[in-house]
Structure formats: structure tokens, C-alpha cells
């Protein structure tokens, strides 16, 4: 059974750091791109960031770009989110979520290049940035 | 920018069907933009219910349909139930490169 669990979430100051984790089973972590996603309290859902099955490209939505860094550890199967220099506005819940296609060998199957999809979704992180 | 635009709330007798719509500022929607839809009940993370337009998961009831309807992206629910109360979103695929939320329907049961 694929299962994503996130964690490290709390409340921090603005300006300051904090990094979420995101726990992958049930499936080849390395066959799969990963997504994270937000949601400000009472809003929708906001696309973050994603980072490509074999960790060698990452995208950023343009309102975290150059503070938050995606990255993964496949000896852990695990995601990562680090996010710098954060401001009130970032406060929200994080969601990791899992792109459906299957991709090794430097392709991916079940949709093109700029295909955009999550298929299973975690529980969520809180973060909290106020004074 | 691309944004995809969604209808904020509706509201759905029980046993009754609806249509929710998710269409793109930037033309008609495709199935090149590979629609999603998502069900997000409060307190609880997004649930994939279709994928690629028109595909469901094992786990999507049978009662929720997805398809093209006119120039949007469209899900359909037939036989609404209490629990489909809940917030649904979608999301489209741009060959930019990048994925777009709507901004969310509400939908009721009432």
C-alpha cells in the first residue's frame, strides 16, 4: 500500500528555517517524481514545488522560488522540503504527493514532459510562521 | 499566467446530479491538459477522484464522472450523496511546464 507521511512542521519565526519530510512506502521511490503542495488556512491548493523521479530536476512555484529547496534521499526513501527565509505568507499546510508515472531510464511513461499529477497525497505538515 | 477557473460554490439535492467545470484563461481545455479533479473534505488532505479527464481510481465511486464539456474540463456527480459534501478541485497540465490549480468548488448537499 502506497503511504506518504510527512513531518517537521512547527511554528517559526519569519525569516528563519524550517525543513519538512516526507516518508514514502509501498513503492519504487526512485520510479517516481514528487510534488509538494500547500494550502493557506481557509484557501485552496497552491502547487510548491516538484523534483524529477531521479532527483536531477527540480521547479519551484515563482512565490518560493530561491527560498525553498526540494531534494531526496533514496536510501531513505524519503522527500524533502527546506524552506529559508520564510515569511508570514508561507504559513499553510504541506502536502507531499506522488506523480502517478512510472519513469527509469530516463523517460517516463504515462505522460509527456509537462505532464503535472499526483495520485497518492500525505496527511500534511502545519507550518506556522509568525513573531 | 495560467489560472484555472472553477465555479465557487454549487449546491446538489440528495439523489440529484451536478456538473462542476474547470476551464483555463488561456483557451479551451483539452485533453492535452490532462485534467485532474480532487476531493478535499475538511480536515482532510486532497483525494485523487479522476485522473487524464476522465479516468477514475479503484477508490473513486462510480457516481463521479469525468469528461470535456464544451471548452472546460467538467465532473459530473450522478446520485449525490451526504458525504460528497466537500471542497473539489482541479488541476491542469500547461506545456509550459508547469500544473494549475482552480480555485475550488464548494459543493453542498442539501
Known amino acids: 500500500q502506497v503511504h506518504l507521511v510527512e513531518s517537521g512542521g512547527g511554528v517559526v519565526q519569519p525569516g528563519r528555517s524550517l525543513r519538512l519530510s516526507c516518508a514514502a512506502s509501498?513503492?519504487?521511490?526512485?520510479?517516481?517524481?514528487m510534488h509538494w503542495v500547500r494550502q493557506a488556512p481557509g484557501k485552496g491548493l497552491e502547487w510548491v514545488a516538484v523534483?524529477?523521479?531521479?532527483?536531477?530536476?527540480?521547479d519551484y512555484a515563482d512565490s518560493v522560488r530561491g527560498r525553498f529547496t526540494v531534494s531526496r534521499d533514496f536510501s531513505k526513501n524519503t522527500l524533502y522540503l527546506q524552506m529559508d527565509s520564510l515569511r508570514p505568507e508561507d504559513t499553510a499546510m504541506y502536502y507531499c504527493?506522488?506523480?502517478?508515472?512510472?519513469?527509469?531510464?530516463?523517460?517516463?511513461?504515462?505522460?509527456?514532459?509537462?505532464?503535472?499529477?499526483?495520485?497518492?497525497w500525505g496527511q500534511g505538515a502545519t507550518v506556522t510562521v509568525s513573531s | 499566467q495560467a489560472v484555472a477557473t472553477q465555479e465557487p460554490s454549487l449546491t446538489v439535492s440528495p439523489g440529484g446530479t451536478v456538473t462542476l467545470t474547470c476551464g483555463s484563461i488561456?483557451?479551451?481545455?483539452?485533453?492535452?491538459?490532462?485534467p485532474y479533479w480532487f476531493q478535499q473534505k475538511p480536515g482532510q488532505a486532497p483525494r485523487t477522484l479522476i485522473y487524464?479527464?476522465?479516468k477514475r481510481h479503484s477508490w473513486t465511486p462510480a457516481r463521479f464522472s469525468g469528461s470535456l464539456l464544451g471548452d472546460k474540463a467538467a465532473l459530473t456527480l450522478s446520485g449525490a450523496q451526504p458525504e460528497d459534501e466537500a471542497d473539489y478541485y482541479c488541476?491542469?497540465?500547461?506545456?509550459?511546464?508547469?500544473?494549475?490549480f482552480g480555485g475550488g468548488t464548494k459543493l453542498t448537499v442539501l
Open positions: 487524464d479527464t476522465s
Open positions: 488561456t483557451g479551451t481545455v483539452t485533453s492535452g491538459h490532462f
Open positions: 488541476l491542469l497540465s500547461y506545456s509550459g511546464g508547469r500544473g494549475v
Open positions: 509501498g513503492f519504487t521511490f526512485s520510479n517516481h517524481a
Open positions: 523534483v524529477s523521479y531521479n532527483g536531477g530536476s527540480q
Open positions: 504527493a506522488r506523480d502517478p508515472r512510472f519513469c527509469y531510464g530516463g523517460s517516463c511513461q504515462g505522460g509527456p514532459y509537462y505532464y503535472f499529477g499526483m495520485d497518492v
